[in-house]
């Protein structure tokens, strides 16, 4: 285990094995759609969770990427601006939104908001983590893998000032070192 974590919440092989769950409710829930979903992850904490996900969707699907500012540290700014927009169209698209974690919920809403503004026909979201405590918004996931208290966690994408997003295991960063 890193040193840097104070325990691990969710091994390697807990993620997968909600992966294939998860994979299996967005096989189900888009099995008799007329179009290829676009399932698009929201860079760069989505990155382990979107690749595991996606292995299990049964189904033709594309993808692509967004990113969105995030936090500086622990805390919101509150002010998202998207860093990077998606490639593809998303008029009339069935979307599934692809995120780390939802905290206070700002950031998936504004996306949500966002790809609905451009034309999509349906968006939806696919979170590894949710925190409710801190729900400041009215957003939930739609298929999400795990609650979580209200604790800062690290790995499997998810970073404190960039770091720890390659770690195989969802772990707390102890608390000194923030
Ligand atoms: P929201 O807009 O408050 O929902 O924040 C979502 C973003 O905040 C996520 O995509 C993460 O980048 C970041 N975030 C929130 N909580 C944590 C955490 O516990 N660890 C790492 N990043 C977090
Ligand atoms: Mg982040």
């Keep these: 285990m890193h ?11 807990d993620i997968v094995n909600r992966c294939k769950q998860l ?8 099995r008799d759609n007329q179009h290829d979903l676009l399932v698009v992850g929201v860079l760069k ?12 969707i049964d189904l033709d699907i594309t993808v692509d990427f967004i990113a969105a500012s995030s936090y500086a540290g622990t805390e919101s ?5 998207i860093i990077k927009d998606l490639d593809s169209s998303v008029i ?15 950031t998936i809403k504004e996306i949500k908001e966002l790809l ?27 298929f999400l893998g795990f609650e979580i208290p209200n604790e ?7 970073d404190f000032n ?11 960063l102890k608390e000194e070192l923030y």
Aim: hydrophobic share 40%; glycine share 8%.
């Design 3 to 13: 040193p840097d974590v104070k325990k691990i919440l969710f091994t390697e092989e």
């Design 23 to 30: 994979g299996a409710q967005l096989t189900e829930h888009y």
């Design 45 to 56: 904490g989505s990155i382990p969770f979107f690749a595991e996900l996606i292995k299990h």
């Design 77 to 81: 700014l509150g002010d998202i601006k």
């Design 92 to 106: 009339d698209r069935d979307i599934v939104l692809v995120e780390d974690i939802i905290d206070t919920g700002l």
């Design 116 to 142: 609905y503004h451009k034309g999509a026909h349906d968006v939806k979201v696919a979170a590894l983590l949710n925190k409710q405590s801190r729900r400041i918004t009215d957003i939930s996931a739609d």
């Design 152 to 158: 800062f966690v690290i790995g499997f994408g998810l």
């Design 162 to 172: 960039q770091k720890y997003r390659n770690l195989p295991y969802i772990g707390v």
